[in-house]
């Protein structure tokens, strides 16, 4: 069996990307305060929501990665 190590760097990529998911979903957060005229407090009372939607955007950023991931290996082989 094949033991593989995890780098900082990857350690990295994936803290950033998760941080990026993270910003967007903030981001809605503002949006959806300003667009409804709702108090600012939900900017801190819905950070779990906020979340609960930036794992659920670094879930599909995953499965993306992992579809390129394949799709480029399928084209390399037929090549």
């Not at 990295?12 to 903030?26: D, G, H, M, W």
Request: proline share 1%.
């Amino acid at each position: 069996m094949k033991d593989t190590t995890i780098t900082a760097t990857m350690k990295k990529r994936e803290l950033v990307i998760f941080l990026l998911c993270f910003a967007a979903a903030y981001t809605l957060n503002v949006i959806g305060i300003i667009k409804n005229d709702a108090p600012a407090r939900e900017l801190v009372t819905q950070l779990h929501l906020v979340l609960l939607i930036a794992f659920i955007l670094y879930g599909a950023v995953i499965i993306l990665r992992v579809l390129y991931y394949l799709i480029s290996r399928l084209w390399i082989r037929k090549k």
